[in-house]
């Protein structure tokens, strides 16, 4: 890993500034970012790589956008294509990288597409909008979809409706890019399930709820084509005090897949855990500050001995050297200024 070479993406808001996405070679001896590029597009409020590491998909106003990733890890566009519907916040690939899928937030609705098989993105192959009210007819209590991944298996994709509270699971028909619904998961009233990530061989699921601040775990299996989920354990990732206007946000694990680590605005913290492989069970390790505001998302590099973290509303991204063992987080040097940062991922060159 010492020769590993890294690129760093970072998707943000444009306000003023037209350049969405940037692009960073990453020192890993010494923790820190340096800007390589800078690519043209508006609103890039999430990326994600396919899992033959080729392409970088992007949302961006209206729909999607997406890039050859080039041998130095700069991005050569390919093309737009519309998901005829609001912007999205999120999007990810199935793991043959023959779809995509994109949650819609502001509309709750899921959108699946095409992709070819230089990259780009094709037409649109199923669309379904979330329907109802949540426990209050209020802005915040409808569907709000906020993230859309696939199982490892490839069978079911599971969609966080963070509106409705619950997580919907949906049978996928690779062929046509279909989904049906086969089960729904649900979170406690007004928890708001945000972001799923699933352990490195499949078995557990692990979901962040942004207003009341815990993890679920759940084992799950495919038990002959039924999908089936245990809870197996919740864990808290803040104490919320009556009042408190603390929500969880990021959901990462490390590249070696021993740690996951969440976020917290409001009280502007990291918090990683240690990941037991044979049980899913997380560990709390510590919950440190990250020096900024609204810590939308944050990663340990990969080599686990530095951390960096996005700050939405304090402009920045601030880094960190980490000591696992000891349960330590000390400020590495200066942060650097990006305007709204939102997501971030690492590529390996």
């Known amino acids: 890993m010492a020769n590993d070479k890294y690129v760093a993406y970072v998707s943000t808001y444009t306000q003023g500034d037209n350049h969405g996405i940037r692009i960073y070679d990453v020192d890993m001896e010494k923790g820190r970012f340096y800007e390589k590029d800078q690519v043209e597009i508006t609103n890039s409020s999430y990326v994600t790589i396919s899992h033959n590491e080729k392409y970088l998909y992007s949302i961006t106003d209206f729909g999607v956008e997406a890039y050859v990733i080039k041998k130095d890890g700069t991005l050569e566009f390919l093309n737009f294509a519309s998901i005829n519907g609001m912007r999205g916040c999120y999007l990810s690939t199935d793991y043959t990288d023959s779809l995509l899928f994109v949650a819609g937030y502001h509309d709750g609705k899921l959108t699946v597409l095409r992709l070819k ?87 557990f699921i692990y979901i962040v709820h942004e207003w009341k601040c815990y993890i679920d775990v759940y084992s799950y299996e495919d038990k002959n084509g039924q999908p089936v989920f245990e809870k197996v354990q919740t864990v808290d990732i803040i104490k919320l005090d009556k009042g408190s206007t603390y929500a969880a946000s990021a959901l990462t694990f490390s590249d070696d897949h021993q740690y996951l680590l969440s976020t917290v605005a409001g009280d502007n913290s990291v918090v990683i855990y240690k990941v037991d492989e044979e049980t899913g069970l997380l560990e709390r390790i510590f919950c440190l500050p990250v020096s900024g505001e609204y810590p939308k998302d944050a990663i340990l590099f990969p080599n686990n001995k530095f951390l960096v973290s996005l700050n939405h509303e304090s402009n920045e991204m601030t880094f960190f050297h980490v000591n696992l063992e000891d349960k330590t987080m000390i400020m590495n040097g200066q942060g650097i200024k990006v305007n709204a940062p939102n997501c971030i991922t690492f590529h390996k060159l």
Not at 143 to 171: E, F, S, W
């Open 117 to 203: 098989e230089d990259g780009s993105i094709g037409e649109i192959t199923d669309e379904i909008f979330h329907k109802g009210l949540g426990s209050l007819a209020d802005r915040n209590f409808r569907p709000h979809i906020n993230c859309a991944r696939m199982t490892h298996d490839n069978k079911y994709l599971l969609v966080a409706d963070q509106g409705m509270d619950h997580i919907n699971i949906y049978k996928l028909d690779l062929a046509n890019g279909k989904v049906l619904l086969a089960d729904v998961l649900r979170s406690e009233m007004e928890s708001a399930p945000r972001h799923i990530k699933i352990s490195r061989d499949g078995r």
